[in-house]
């Protein structure tokens, strides 16, 4: 056995998810957050009877030997699970990095939250195709934009746009640069039965696209903006660390008056205090406030008796690095 595996730490953190697991298992859940609670080379995510283990080690072979214990420690506390996915993130193999099933049948292909199904392909990408960290966003967006007009930007595979065709929009657009990714969400259409339009999904380059919108006076009540990290598109850069307050001022034109800009800055290393004053900075030059500060779920970030360790920059007024806000855009 690991010794230097903390196995009361994961023993704590499972506990505290047991109580919130959905009898049904079709829900989706960090149960051990290692970052936070003590072994941060080790996170596991649970999406409906699918275990998904990250192996963040480098060198990934140091985890040969537990990665099998814990997986059977897992197994043996769930089992009603179907299936095991591996990712290893330092991986040469690309197909690693994306995932490779280690025990059982087919992976998960969905899960349910907010009484939403999400379409999820858990070997898609060298994350899961869906993130827990914006789970009270989806929330926030199924109640906040029954009958209005919604541009999701930077769509991955739509789960943020999805959420708020569930509470009533009358038009989401996703857009992303990858045909692959949007595919997925229009299986989550298909899954919830809602109609799939052809222009409601829109490949393209984040900088033309929107430049090509606000030349046309395009307007949306909602524009939700969350980009990775860091990613070159064919014209600009997306840096969340240094110049995110550039991406703001492009989608900003296409919200129209008293409409929601919901700005996600994922950035580990700015802190939450910097992220506020930039915002606050855009506000004073422009015609924007800040309505509201959405939390990243319990079970992404550690509970207060199991976290052991902080995040590089601290993200307070945020409780995560994930650090979402919401932001009103007035014209005039």
Request: with cysteine.
């Amino acid at each position: 056995m690991a010794l230097s595996f903390p196995w009361s730490a994961l023993e704590r953190a499972v506990a505290c998810r047991e109580p919130h697991l959905d009898a049904e298992h079709y829900g989706a859940y960090r149960l051990f957050a290692g970052f936070y609670e003590g072994f941060p080379d080790l996170v596991i995510d649970l999406y409906a009877r699918t275990l998904v283990l990250f192996n963040y080690a480098e060198p990934p072979s140091s985890l040969d030997t537990l990665i099998p214990e814990v997986q059977a420690w897992l197994l043996s506390r769930f089992p009603w699970v179907t299936a095991v996915v591996l990712k290893t993130r330092c991986a040469t193999d690309p197909a690693r990095r994306r995932g490779v099933l280690t025990w059982g049948g087919q992976p998960a292909t969905r899960i349910r939250e907010h009484g939403v199904w999400y379409a999820l392909d858990l070997r898609l990408n060298q994350d899961a195709s869906f993130y827990l960290d914006t789970r009270h966003l989806r929330a926030w967006l199924k109640e906040n934009f029954r009958g209005k007009t919604v541009l999701n930007t930077f769509a991955y595979t739509g789960s943020l746009g999805a959420a708020a065709l569930a509470g009533g929009a009358r038009r989401v657009v996703q857009t992303d640069r990858s045909a692959r990714f949007l595919a997925l969400a229009r299986q989550t259409y298909r899954l919830n039965g809602w109609p799939v339009a052809p222009h409601d999904f829109v490949v393209a380059d984040f900088y033309r696209q929107t430049a090509a919108w606000r030349r046309q006076g395009v307007c949306f009540d909602g524009v939700i903006l969350d980009p990775p990290f860091f990613a070159e598109e064919r014209s600009g850069r997306v840096d969340l660390q240094n110049a995110y307050h550039r991406l703001i001022n492009k989608v900003r034109p296409l919200v129209a008056h008293e409409g929601y800009l919901v700005a996600v800055n994922n950035a580990l290393f700015l802190s939450g205090q910097a992220y506020l004053e930039m915002l606050r900075s855009l506000a004073e030059e422009t015609y924007l406030c800040l309505e509201a500060l959405i939390p990243v779920p319990e079970d992404v970030t550690g509970y207060p008796e199991t976290q052991v360790s902080a995040p590089p920059a601290d993200p307070a007024p945020f409780n995560h690095p994930t650090k979402i806000a919401v932001l009103r855009v007035r014209r005039g």
